[in-house]
Antibody, heavy 119, light 113 residues
Framework: EVQLVESGGGLIQPGGSLRLSCAAS????????MSWVRQAPGKGLEWVSL???????YYADSVKGRFTISRDNSKNTLYLQMISLRAEDTAMYYC?????????????WGQGTLVTVSS | DIVMTQSPDSLAVSLGERATINCKSS????????????LAWYQQKPGQPPKLLIY???TRESGVPDRFSGNGSGTDFTLTIGSLQAEDVAVYYC?????????FGQGTKVEAK
């Protein structure tokens, strides 16, 4: 069974940095496109970033220049490096798998890791 | 960016009755050369991640009950729950994967009356 397990969330002060991880099993993170989606408390879903099999990356305007998506093929893990964090980045962060290599909906989601940006 | 707008924001339906959710995109998500609409529907229950229900606007994901159906093309789409069950109480989101940024609708909360 495909699984995605996020980690790395926590309480961080404004301006701080955090790296989220998403460990994948039963598939390789290079075979599909992968994405991060976040959800602020009580709010809807917001797409954050994606990475394609050829390493092309895309970001929402709200995080561009502050967040970096990457993956470690040897660990079969997706990452999201976040710097200059703001209160509005407070959210549950989900990693999600694209159903196909270059496109498609998100067919598997992790349980999420909570990031709280507060002083 | 493609803006996805769902209606209504919430609805209450009697168990066994039909629930219909609408989703409108600000531009077409129909990829003409493939004749496919790049539109998905997700269900999210409290404390859980979203779950894929429908993709290509009308294809049910494996294991999704057939009371869930999707229709529409271009810019206008619907998700129908044919006979609402208690376990269908959730928030439903549409999403386009036609282009980046990927965008979601604001969500529709479905409750049992």
């Amino acid at each position: 069974e495909v699984q995605l397990v996020e980690s790395g969330g926590g309480l961080i002060q404004p301006g701080g940095s955090l790296r989220l991880s998403c460990a994948a099993s039963e598939f390789t993170v290079t075979s599909n496109y992968m994405s991060w989606v976040r959800q602020a408390p009580g709010k809807g879903l917001e797409w954050v970033s994606l990475i394609y099999p050829d390493n092309a990356t895309y970001y929402a305007d709200s995080v561009k220049g502050r967040f970096t998506i990457s993956r470690d093929n040897s660990k079969n893990t997706l990452y999201l490096q976040m710097i200059s964090l703001r209160a509005e980045d407070t959210a549950m962060y989900y990693c999600a798998r694209g159903k196909y290599d270059w496109n498609g909906p998100f067919d598997y989601w992790g349980q999420g890791t909570l990031v709280t940006v507060s002083s | 960016d493609i803006v996805m707008t769902q209606s209504p924001d919430s609805l209450a339906v009697s168990l066994g009755e039909r629930a219909t959710i609408n989703c409108k995109s600000s531009q077409s998500v129909l990829y003409s050369s493939k004749n496919k609409n790049y539109l998905a529907w997700y269900q999210q229950k409290p404390g859980q991640p979203p779950k894929l229900l429908i993709y290509w606007a009308s294809t049910r994901e494996s294991g999704v009950p057939d009371r869930f159906s999707g229709n529409g093309s271009g810019t206008d789409f619907t998700l129908t729950i044919g006979s609402l069950q208690a376990e269908d109480v959730a928030v439903y989101y549409c999403q386009q994967y036609y282009t980046t940024p990927r965008t979601f609708g604001q969500g529709t909360k479905v409750e049992a009356k």
